[in-house]
């Protein structure tokens, strides 16, 4: 991690109609408090990392937490036992239990520190790692499960630092230089340049490379990428995936520098992991922040126009075509739980000494959730399941099931059937999300019931 990956936009939007969006107070007394992470576990529970929006660019070793919907935010610090270390990403998985990753920003020493008390206290874990003076260089911490995690950094002896726990960090495993794909000459990641979905995690590098496991980190896969780098002046991109195959990636081209610098985009799309993409096309929305609603087609974003304009909107097609939400609120950071629940970032406003504001809340229809109708590939039956669901289409070949939290709960690969019957049985009562893919790559997505 020489360097944070350069974000292509930080700015986004409000209705136009009415107001879909409730103002919530994330508790920082601190004017322009920003957040560049929202990580919802639940409808109640919400983590997000702070940093300083103003001018003075301070370094900022904090987060907010509710864990009633937002109707409380809760502010504290993440103490990793020095003020010089950056804190390069939050990753909770419950209301007391979350890991957060630090680095020094020019030695790149740091790693990963835990709570379990709700963010009152961190503990370092894996203390002999990212240890190495002008070597190391700790880029990110990720959980699967309670369990399950994987931190990585650039390369140290020619390897790329990477480590497992399946004990949620107790102890922790070097990945063996067999199970991970060499670096190219001077090849290293970037801190904010990596995803997860299901098992599968992604990280990318200067070279314009994607490192993939789907093994929760035992395994790796290098895979190339329409671009040369994520994150240079000219180039960068950013990748987004709503399950275990399919994404996007956004590429940017940037001309001239400062405020006469021109951003141009392509959107690039992969049903396979990142193992291919297609041509791309020309991108021209305004929505460059994004996130999926995991497990489906539905990408949400904020962004702005050339003119400043700023905007939030949604697509149904992996950012294909978008439908404009609201329009003339500045938002950051965008995350969504699923097409009804979801938060945004602002910046706080400190007013007589009273901070308010810092994070929106989604209060609007649901976003594009579309179950399978007429005219589509697929169809799903019966509708609410009880022990099996039948899927009728046309060369089906991988069917996955997640909850509403996007957590992948089933999946299946299948040699173009046209139809599968799917054992239901173990899921819990409830609503979840399936999404099917046939050889020709086509994907649709159904919400369905189990009784």
């Known amino acids: 991690m020489r360097q944070k990956l350069l974000l292509t936009a930080l700015l986004a939007a409000s209705w136009t109609m009415h107001s879909q969006w409730a103002v919530q107070n994330t508790g920082f007394t601190a004017n322009s408090r920003g957040l560049d992470e929202i990580h919802i576990v639940d409808a109640n529970t919400v983590w997000a990392k702070a940093y300083d929006g103003s001018a003075s660019n301070a370094n900022v070793q904090a987060f907010t937490k509710t864990t009633n919907g ?182 940017r081209s940037t001309t001239g520098s400062g405020s006469s610098a021109i951003n141009t985009y392509t959107l690039y799309k992969t049903s396979n992991g990142g193992t291919s993409w297609d041509s791309g096309a020309s991108y021209t929305a305004p929505y460059t922040n994004l996130a999926y609603i995991k497990g489906t087609n539905i990408l949400v974003g904020n962004g702005k126009d050339e003119n400043d304009n700023f905007f939030t909107g949604y697509s149904n097609n992996n950012g294909t ?42 209060t609007g229809s649901t976003l594009g959730m579309e179950d399978f109708a007429s005219g589509k590939t697929f169809k799903a039956y019966p509708n609410p399941a009880n022990d099996q669901l039948n899927l009728s289409g046309t060369s089906i070949n991988e069917v996955a099931i997640y909850d509403l939290l996007g957590k992948q709960v089933l999946n299946q690969k299948f040699s173009a059937q046209d139809q599968v019957n799917l054992n239901v049985s173990g899921l819990g009562t409830g609503m979840y999300i399936l999404t099917a893919t046939n050889d020709s790559g086509a994907l649709e997505t159904i919400k369905f019931a189990k009784q």
């Open 321 to 362: 075509t978008w439908t404009q939400i609201d329009t003339g609120v500045q938002r950051i950071s965008i995350a969504f739980l699923n097409g009804t629940t979801g938060w945004a970032s602002g910046f706080t406003t400190v007013t007589g000494g009273v901070s308010t504001g810092g994070i929106y809340k989604y």
């Open 70 to 251: 937002g109707a409380i935010w809760t502010p504290g610090t993440i103490n990793v036992g020095s003020s010089l270390l950056e804190i390069t990403n939050l990753m909770p998985i419950s209301a007391t239990t979350a890991w957060a990753g630090a680095v020094h920003p020019t030695n790149g020493l740091g790693g990963v520190w835990k709570t379990t008390d709700g963010g009152a206290t961190w503990t370092k874990q894996n203390t002999t790692a990212y240890s190495t003076p002008g070597a190391s260089f700790f880029n990110v911490v990720h959980f699967f499960d309670a369990n399950n995690g994987v931190t990585q950094g650039d390369p140290v002896a020619g390897e790329f630092e990477v480590y497992t726990t399946s004990n949620g960090g107790t102890t922790w495993t070097a990945v063996p230089a067999a199970s991970l794909p060499d670096p190219a000459s001077d090849e290293y990641g970037y801190n904010g340049g990596n995803v997860a979905a299901g098992n599968s995690f992604w990280f990318v590098t200067n070279k314009g490379k994607l490192y993939r496991t789907t093994d929760m980190g035992a395994t790796w896969t290098k895979l190339n990428t329409p671009i040369s780098d994520f994150s240079a002046t000219a180039v960068g991109g950013q990748i987004f995936f709503s399950d275990n195959n399919n994404g996007i990636l956004l590429a």
